[in-house]
Nanobody, 128 residues
Framework: QVQLVESGGGLVQAGDSLRLSCAAS????????MGWFRQAPGKDREFVAA????????LYADSVKDRFTISRENAKNTVYLQMNSLKPGDTAVYYC?????????????????????WGQGTQVTVTS
């Protein structure tokens, strides 16, 4: 089993930046890909970004492409989400998740059902 702890959320103004972190502990000896998802009030959880174990494959939702960057440090079992040019529409609880397929098919990286473990989430609020 793996535990995921997100951090870095907060209250910012439109145009500001935030960097979210997700630290994994527990079953971290296997290769795994990681993803970020978000859920706004009254809406379904949606995909944001994902990265494979090697870091070679990355996938972004169209809504965040060119504004958000996902990265990882395997030595620290940590994945990051750098969020720039934030908009009020980015307001949501952000969740990280682990998929124990290190190099998944790109088409799978954005699908919640393929992820095995989830963190508790961190709130991001963007005011206009």
């Amino acid at each position: 089993q793996v535990q995921l702890v997100e951090s870095g959320g907060g209250l910012v103004q439109a145009g500001d930046s935030l960097r979210l972190s997700c630290a994994a502990s527990g079953r971290t000896f296997s290769q795994y890909s990681m993803g970020w998802f978000r859920q706004a009030p009254g809406k379904d959880r949606e995909f944001v970004a994902a990265i494979s174990w090697s870091g070679y494959n990355k996938l972004y939702a169209d809504s965040v492409k060119d504004r958000f960057t996902i990265s990882r440090e395997n030595a620290k079992n940590t994945v990051y989400l750098q969020m720039n040019s934030l908009k009020p529409g980015d307001t949501a609880v952000y969740y990280c998740a682990v998929d124990y397929v290190g190099e998944p098919l790109t088409v799978h990286m954005g699908v919640m059902d393929y992820y095995d473990y989830w963190g508790q989430g961190t709130q991001v609020t963007v005011t206009s």
